[in-house]
């Protein structure tokens, strides 16, 4: 586990690799360093026939690195491409820029920071990051200018909201993710990931009001831009879709799926109940939703639509290659024979499960930068933790503790922290003396209730 985690962060940070090759030349090394005798003892433990363990034994460890690549793609390549769409229809149809209004009107300029945390949480769920940020910073700059203050606050009003969906929600990548090489349902992880998510995004917004009380920034910005700003103060709503419309692609998918985990999954009833389980499986909800996004993309621009639906394409393609070579690494870890290992470690020495998944993925995240590759890699090697069931709890609690683990820290390594304060307008130092402690407050927080949540609610 050491040697490919080694090769993973070696690769990103010294040779500059991209994430898919990084990951992909940790699994090899890990497979070619297994035994034939632990891929055996492994496949047993995961319930396979003698004869299939002593042929997965026999298998190359090419073949069983490029196995856990398709089996992890094939899992998650189509919900992440229709996320993808989703995201990029919200955009390029005003349906986002429409949810944000509303929620403007809904707090008043008193509570506007309220506003950009509740857009950044809600846009954080099908849209990545930085493309959120990329859309409501603007606003927060048009806001400034109308309010006269309290620019800092809008900004890390955003971060908080924005960056804990990303971490703890699906359709995003990362959680989506973990929850899938940790057996968690997709509806779980999105119950459990939204409610984690409130309290630490929560946690964010009080740093941001702790800072903006401290500090005050100013909105650094050319006259063209400051022109620009005014246009947006004065920009027409009317053309912009409905409210309902505008979050009917968000929450059909979120409501389809918590049905089916629910209900729907354990309902034997045929005819009808049959239907509707099919209908809310994860991967249909999320086709339907897109196909929604895609009317309302083909209302807006016709037949131009097909340039947004390539870019997003574009940028799924991207995520699905690292997430399989992610689910490579981890199933080259699992058949090292890593989970007993860890499991006898942990009750043998009293180990905490949740923090120490938690400062596994802080470590990961510090070095490498990126909150996506960091839950990754240690969902890959905690995952053999929750296969074994002796967790004593649901093992959505390990998942939102990785979560929250990919938030800390925040600095110069990390291309969401260039994203924030270029975009946001902070110098380095002030992006340093802001984002920073944020990061520590909001993972944190998040492994605070993840170790409260697993306690009082360990069996959901």
């Known amino acids: 586990m050491l040697a490919g985690m080694i090769v993973v962060v070696a690769g990103i940070l010294w040779l500059r690799l991209h994430a898919f090759l990084a990951l992909l030349m940790g699994a090899f090394l890990v497979a070619f360093l297994t035994s034939p005798s632990a891929v055996e003892r492994h496949a047993l433990t995961a319930g396979a026939t003698p004869a299939a363990a002593r042929a997965a034994a026999a298998a190359p460890p090419g073949q069983r690195v490029v196995e856990g690549f398709g089996r992890t793609a094939g899992q998650l390549g189509v919900m992440v491409g229709m996320a993808s769409i989703i995201g ?4 390029h149809t005003g349906a986002a820029e429409r949810i ?3 929620l403007l009107t809904l707090t008043g300029q008193a509570r506007a920071s309220l506003s950009f945390l509740a857009s950044g949480f809600l846009l954080g769920i099908p849209v990545f990051f930085d493309t959120v940020f990329y859309l409501l910073v603007p606003l927060a700059r048009a806001m400034r200018l109308r309010t006269g203050r309290d620019y800092l606050l809008y900004v890390l009003a955003i971060v908080a909201g924005g960056t804990m969906t990303h971490s703890l929600v699906p359709p995003t990548p990362g959680p989506l993710f973990v929850a899938n090489a940790l057996g968690v ?3 779980h992880m999105i119950g459990v990931g939204f409610a984690v998510g409130l309290f630490t995004a929560g946690a964010g917004y009080a740093w941001a009001h702790a800072a903006n009380r401290r500090w005050t920034v100013p909105v650094r910005t050319t006259p063209e831009a400051a022109a620009e700003l005014e246009a947006i ?3 027409d709503t009317r053309d912009l879709p409905s409210l309902p419309l505008a979050l009917a692609p968000i ?3 979120v409501l389809l799926i918590t049905l089916h985990t629910s209900y729907l999954a354990r309902a034997d009833t045929p005819g009808l109940w049959q239907v509707a389980r099919w209908v809310t499986e994860q991967n249909i909800a999320l086709v339907m939703a897109a196909a929604l996004a895609l009317v309302m993309l083909w209302r807006r621009k016709g037949r131009a639509m097909s340039g947004a639906v390539d870019e997003s394409l574009l940028s799924a393609g991207n995520i699905i290659l690292i997430t399989g070579a992610g689910g490579a690494f981890g199933a080259a870890l699992q058949a090292s024979g890593i989970g007993p290992w860890m499991q006898g470690a942990v009750t043998a020495y009293s180990l ?9 993925t802080v470590v ?3 070095a490498l930068g990126s909150a996506t590759v960091a839950m990754i890699t240690a969902a890959g090697a905690l995952g053999g933790l929750a296969a074994a069931g002796n967790l004593g709890f649901h093992p959505v609690w390990l998942a ?3 979560g929250c683990g990919s938030k800390p820290v925040w600095w110069m390594n990390d291309s969401g922290f260039w994203v924030i304060s270029k975009m946001g307008g902070l110098t380095e130092q002030e992006a340093i003396r802001v984002l920073t402690p944020m990061s520590i407050a909001t993972g944190t927080s998040g492994l605070i209730v993840s170790m409260a949540g697993a306690w009082f609610f360990p069996m959901l």
């Open 88 to 91: 990029s229809a919200l955009l």
């Open 100 to 102: 944000v209004r509303s």
């Open 185 to 187: 349902s997709v509806g």
């Open 233 to 235: 103060n004065a920009q």
């Open 251 to 253: 929450l059909l998918p």
């Open 352 to 360: 905490p499960v949740l923090p120490m998944a938690w400062g596994l």
């Open 364 to 366: 990961m995240r510090t």
């Open 400 to 402: 939102v503790a990785i």
